[in-house]
């Protein structure tokens, strides 16, 4: 990599994202720490996930009370949302308060996608440059580039000769698409797919969902939400705030202590349509053993088979969207907006990828195996190169040369997916082998971004000019990803993105922490306690 070194700018800390993880960093180490500091941002505004992903019914599936900053009493107390569930519209006037309110910009610099990132050992500082070839120098980076912002597009044979437009969820384009009088062809049914197709089948003269893994939902019931809760959230959010600092997933509810062998059928039924009413995750938490016993989580996942084929009128499209193999909430859980409803109108076709796979697109639409589909328009809600693609997308090089992508080619290795062996002064918000896409992200994010700014704070007290993760430790700590993770079904999935199955080639690991974020924050307080045990200082 050609590493310009005429003017080049200086900093104490650069910060790569401007999404919430950035945000916050910049909000710690600039005003709490004083350092000199800069943003670098791919996008011409703050918001990260919320600023690309501006697809047709684009929401959060955190309920809009834990889905803040905790950080700040004051924005607690000046923001109020309107929504159960924010919009992605509603989240980019929040992220664009905090940084109005903080008087962040000033210190963003937009439109500037890292593209090199190089530790130089003689001066024991980061070489960064960008897509506009800018140069700058600084002594700690600190990558918040989110988990999800690398969109993975399938490399569908043809696609580049279709006459019409196609579209990913995760780089939408900002004025919206016109879907009206149009054919559109939709491949995927992840979390986003399903919260795209009723909103995409409304608009649009006809619909094609091409569905490869069936997928189970949960009614998301978003409403707007009433004075009397805005003023009960406003008046409760030190209880919110613990709540949520104790929950395995930092959600505003507590996960039951029951099993599902402690009830009868009965009750277990009532439990799961009490659930399924109020809509929401919550229903991952109407028993302690879902996620761990495959028996237990047989009764869930029997469950919402039912209420689809139950929803679902045309038997051919109930029997393809109830084919599900894979344990309830193995993947990640959607929650959706008349998901399933959406199958009951005329303009929409449904195909098993399973049974007819795509063969290629042509100038005017999808051809599969056994069938042709005209098309205006095709959307990928095909998701992402999750936790390492942002990482790996910077072309990071750390000590002897050797770069991110050289040291994680069998899978990502950290600490505490926090830094990375052989990359002095390197942070990783949200890393691979931290809680991060397990949990209620805002959360898990302050609790990294503070560890950060008390490490960095330390390293200046004590005069140190590196900090690295010990290989040995890592190494332990990867374990300990593997060991938690065993403990529950989730690697059982073996087509998850947990687990970098959606991408071809990339290494199959289980990439986040399923420990909990409670236990790892005291993991982690504890390595702080111990004066960065675990970690090489110099
Ligand atoms: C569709 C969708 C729905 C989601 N729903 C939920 C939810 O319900 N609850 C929840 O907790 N989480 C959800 N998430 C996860 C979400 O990513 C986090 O909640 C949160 O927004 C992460 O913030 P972040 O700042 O860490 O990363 P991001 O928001 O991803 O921001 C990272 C920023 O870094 C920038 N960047 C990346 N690489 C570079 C580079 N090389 N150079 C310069 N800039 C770069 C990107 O442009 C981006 O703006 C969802 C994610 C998606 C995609």
Same mark, same amino acid.
């Given at each position: +990599?050609?590493?310009?070194k005429?003017?080049?700018?200086e900093?104490?800390?650069?910060?790569?994202?401007?999404?919430?993880?950035?945000?916050?960093?910049?909000?710690?180490?600039?005003?709490?720490?004083?350092?000199?500091?800069l943003?670098?941002?791919t996008?011409d505004?703050?918001? %990260?996930?919320?600023?690309?992903?501006r697809?047709?019914?684009?929401?959060?599936?955190?309920e809009s009370?834990?889905?803040?900053?905790?950080?700040?009493d004051?924005? =607690?107390k000046?923001?109020?949302?309107?929504?159960?569930?924010?919009?992605?519209?509603?989240?980019?006037?929040? /992220?664009?308060?905090?940084?109005?309110?903080?008087?962040?910009?000033?210190?963003?610099?937009?439109?500037?996608? $890292?593209?090199s990132?190089?530790?130089?050992?003689?001066?024991?500082?980061?070489?960064?440059?960008?897509?506009?070839?800018?140069?700058?120098?600084?002594?700690f980076l600190?990558?918040?580039?989110?988990?999800?912002s690398?969109?993975?597009t399938?490399?569908? @044979?043809g696609? #580049?000769?279709?006459? %019409?437009?196609?579209?990913?969820?995760?780089?939408?384009?900002?004025?919206?698409?016109?879907?009206?009088n149009?054919? $559109?062809?939709?491949?995927? &049914?992840?979390?986003?797919g399903?919260q795209? $197709?009723p909103?995409?089948?409304?608009?649009?003269?006809? !619909?094609?969902?091409?569905q490869?893994?069936?997928?189970?939902?949960?009614?998301?019931?978003?409403?707007?939400?009433?004075?009397?809760?805005?003023?009960?959230?406003?008046?409760?959010? #030190?209880?919110?705030?613990?709540?949520?600092?104790?929950t395995?997933?930092?959600?505003?509810?507590?996960?039951?202590?029951?099993?599902?062998?402690?009830v009868?059928?009965?009750? /277990?039924?009532?439990?799961?349509?009490?659930?399924?009413?109020?809509?929401? =995750?919550?229903?991952?938490?109407?028993?302690?053993?879902?996620?761990?016993?495959?028996?237990?989580?047989?009764?869930?996942?029997?469950?919402?088979?039912?209420?689809?084929?139950?929803?679902?009128?045309?038997?051919?499209f109930?029997?393809?969207?109830?084919?599900?193999?894979?344990?309830y909430?193995?993947?990640?859980?959607?929650?959706?907006?008349?998901?399933?409803?959406?199958?009951?109108?005329?303009?929409?076709d !449904?195909?098993? !990828?399973?049974?007819?796979?795509?063969e290629?697109?042509?100038?005017?639409?999808?051809?599969?195996? @056994?069938?042709?589909?005209?098309?205006?328009?095709?959307?990928?809600?095909?998701?992402?190169?999750?936790m390492?693609?942002p990482?790996?997308?910077?072309?990071?090089?750390?000590?002897?040369n050797?770069?991110?992508k050289?040291v994680?080619?069998?899978?990502?290795?950290?600490?505490?997916?926090?830094?990375?062996? %052989?990359?002095?002064?390197?942070?990783?918000? &949200?890393?691979?082998?931290?809680?991060?896409?397990?949990?209620? +992200?805002p +959360?898990?994010?302050?609790?990294?971004v503070?560890?950060?700014?008390?490490?960095?704070q330390? /390293? !200046?007290?004590k005069?140190?000019?590196?900090?690295?993760?010990?290989?040995?430790?890592?190494?332990?700590?990867?374990?300990?990803?593997?060991?938690?993770?065993?403990?529950?079904?989730?690697? &059982?999935?073996?087509?998850?993105?947990? =687990?970098?199955?959606?991408?071809?080639?990339?290494?199959?690991?289980? /990439?986040?922490?399923?420990?909990?974020?409670?236990?790892?924050?005291?993991?982690?307080?504890?390595?702080?306690?111990?004066?960065?045990?675990?970690?090489?200082?110099?």
């Open positions: +990599m050609n590493h310009i005429t003017n080049t700018k900093y104490d800390a650069i910060i790569v994202g401007a999404g919430f993880s950035g945000l916050y960093q910049l909000i710690c180490l600039r005003d709490q720490l004083n350092l000199k500091c943003v670098l941002e996008g505004d703050v918001g %990260g996930t919320w600023y690309w992903n697809y047709p019914g684009a929401r959060c599936d955190t009370h834990a889905y803040s900053y905790y950080f700040s004051d924005l =607690l000046e923001w109020t949302w309107t929504e159960r569930y924010p919009g992605h519209a509603e989240i980019r006037k929040y /992220m664009n308060f905090v940084a109005d309110k903080f008087n962040l910009k000033k210190d963003i610099s937009f439109k500037q996608k $890292v593209t990132a190089k530790f130089v050992e003689s001066t024991n500082s980061w070489e960064i440059i960008t897509n506009n070839s800018n140069n700058y120098k600084s002594k600190i990558a918040a580039v989110g988990c999800l690398n969109t993975n399938p490399n569908i @044979k696609l #580049n000769d279709f006459n %019409g437009q196609y579209y990913h969820t995760g780089n939408w384009p900002q004025n919206g698409v016109n879907f009206q149009k054919k $559109v062809g939709q491949i995927g &049914t992840g979390s986003t399903i795209a $197709v909103v995409i089948a409304a608009e649009a003269q006809h !619909l094609t969902v091409f490869r893994t069936a997928n189970y939902s949960i009614p998301a019931r978003n409403k707007p939400l009433t004075d009397q809760f805005k003023k009960h959230v406003r008046e409760n959010f #030190n209880f919110y705030k613990e709540l949520i600092k104790k395995p997933n930092g959600h505003p509810f507590e996960i039951s202590e029951r099993l599902v062998s402690d009868t059928e009965k009750e /277990m039924n009532e439990i799961y349509e009490k659930a399924w009413e109020k809509g929401g =995750l919550q229903f991952r938490a109407t028993f302690n053993d879902l996620i761990t016993n495959l028996e237990a989580n047989k009764t869930a996942s029997d469950f919402i088979k039912n209420k689809i084929i139950q929803t679902v009128k045309n038997k051919k109930a029997k393809i969207l109830s084919d599900i193999d894979h344990p909430a193995g993947k990640r859980p959607p929650i959706d907006s008349h998901y399933f409803e959406a199958y009951n109108r005329d303009n929409i !449904l195909v098993d !990828l399973k049974a007819d796979p795509i290629h697109v042509d100038k005017n639409g999808i051809k599969t195996l @056994k069938n042709y589909f005209d098309l205006d328009i095709i959307v990928f809600a095909t998701g992402y190169d999750a390492t693609g990482l790996l997308n910077m072309n990071v090089t750390g000590k002897n050797l770069t991110l050289e994680w080619e069998e899978g990502p290795k950290t600490y505490l997916g926090i830094q990375v062996p %052989g990359f002095p002064n390197l942070f990783t918000v &949200t890393g691979p082998g931290s809680p991060s896409v397990l949990t209620n +992200m +959360m898990a994010i302050e609790q990294h503070e560890w950060i700014r008390d490490c960095i330390f /390293m !200046l007290q005069n140190y000019n590196t900090i690295e993760a010990s290989k040995k430790d890592s190494e332990k700590w990867g374990e300990e990803v593997n060991k938690v993770a065993n403990r529950t079904l989730l690697p &059982t999935v073996k087509h998850s993105w947990y =687990l970098g199955a959606n991408i071809p080639g990339k290494p199959q690991v289980f /990439m986040p922490y399923a420990g909990g974020l409670p236990r790892y924050s005291e993991i982690c307080d504890d390595i702080k306690k111990e004066n960065y045990k675990g970690f090489i200082l110099a």
